[in-house]
């Protein structure tokens, strides 16, 4: 069973933030995080072993609840390249499992 | 750095054929798992390859069978095309064991008619 992101997709200005969120009902161990734009490889972003530990990249940071099962993205004054399908993947016994996505759209 | 580079890019087969995939992984990288992405949808797991053996499957038929050689590159082996087998097919490297983040390649893009 994969993760669930929330919300499905996201529609924004430049500049504004928004936050992706990743649940899993399964034990999280560790929580990566990826961006695929359109016809494109996903690209890593970050990933997170740690319960609560919070990383950050530019202006994208991610925070991880293992209690909760859950890891949150975090995108600050978004830019147009922020554009694209975000992942986050849970690490089950040498198996990097997919959760079901989340579009980001960034508009001028 | 090459990074993860993965052949053919494109590809279009007949029902019923056999295809074989192949990907090179970074450098310093030991571990190579491939997956299938279909349109509007996520990466699917497929299964993951470390010291030539297959260590995880997802839930794939046994249609799909893979191999890693020493070198660490791989291929992806499909038996029996279906035209559900139509879908971009991802090869990704990572170290570590596996344990660390996967680099992905650009892709093969299947097409089965």
Same mark, same amino acid.
């Given at each position: 069973?994969?993760?669930?992101?929330?919300?499905?997709?996201?529609?924004?200005?430049?500049?504004?933030?928004?936050?992706?969120?990743?649940?899993?009902?399964?034990?999280?161990?560790?929580?990566?995080?990826?961006?695929?734009?359109?016809?494109?490889?996903?690209?890593?972003?970050?990933?997170? +072993?740690?319960?609560?530990?919070?990383?950050?990249?530019?202006?994208?940071?991610?925070?991880?609840?293992?209690?909760?099962?859950?890891?949150?993205?975090?995108?600050?004054?978004?830019?147009?390249?922020?554009?694209?399908?975000?992942?986050?993947?849970?690490?089950?016994?040498?198996? +990097?499992?997919?959760?079901?996505?989340?579009? +980001?759209?960034?508009?001028? | 750095?090459?990074?993860?580079?993965?052949?053919?890019?494109?590809?279009?087969?007949?029902?019923?054929?056999?295809?074989?995939?192949?990907?090179?992984?970074?450098?310093?990288?030991?571990?190579?798992?491939?997956?299938?992405?279909?349109?509007?949808?996520?990466?699917?797991?497929?299964?993951?390859?470390?010291? =030539? =053996? =297959?260590?995880?499957?997802?839930?794939?038929?046994?249609?799909?069978?893979?191999?890693?050689?020493?070198?660490?590159?791989?291929?992806?082996?499909?038996?029996?095309? /279906? /035209? &559900?087998?139509?879908?971009?097919? /991802?090869?990704?490297?990572?170290?570590?064991?596996?344990?660390?983040?996967?680099?992905? &390649?650009?892709?093969?893009?299947?097409?089965?008619?």
């Amino acid at each position: 069973q994969q993760p669930v992101q929330s919300p499905q997709a996201v529609i924004l200005r430049e500049g504004e933030d928004a936050v992706i969120n990743c649940s899993s009902s399964k034990a999280l161990y560790s929580v990566h995080w990826y961006r695929q734009k359109h016809g494109e490889a996903p690209v890593f972003l970050m990933i997170l +072993l740690k319960g609560g530990e919070q990383k950050g990249h530019d202006k994208i940071s991610a925070s991880f609840n293992e209690k909760k099962q859950q890891s949150s993205l975090y995108l600050t004054a978004s830019q147009l390249s922020y554009s694209g399908t975000y992942f986050c993947g849970e690490n089950q016994a040498h198996k +990097l499992i997919f959760g079901t996505g989340t579009r +980001l759209q960034v508009f001028p | 750095d090459a990074g993860v580079t993965q052949s053919p890019t494109h590809l279009i087969k007949t029902r019923g054929q056999q295809v074989t995939l192949r990907c090179s992984p970074k450098s310093g990288h030991d571990t190579v798992s491939w997956y299938q992405q279909a349109l509007g949808q996520g990466p699917q797991f497929i299964f993951q390859y470390y010291e =030539e =053996e =297959e260590r995880q499957r997802g839930n794939f038929p046994d249609r799909f069978s893979g191999h890693q050689f020493p070198n660490y590159s791989s291929e992806l082996n499909v038996n029996a095309l /279906l /035209l &559900g087998d139509s879908a971009l097919y /991802l090869c990704a490297s990572s170290g570590g064991q596996g344990r660390g983040e996967a680099f992905f &390649g650009q892709g093969t893009r299947l097409t089965v008619v």
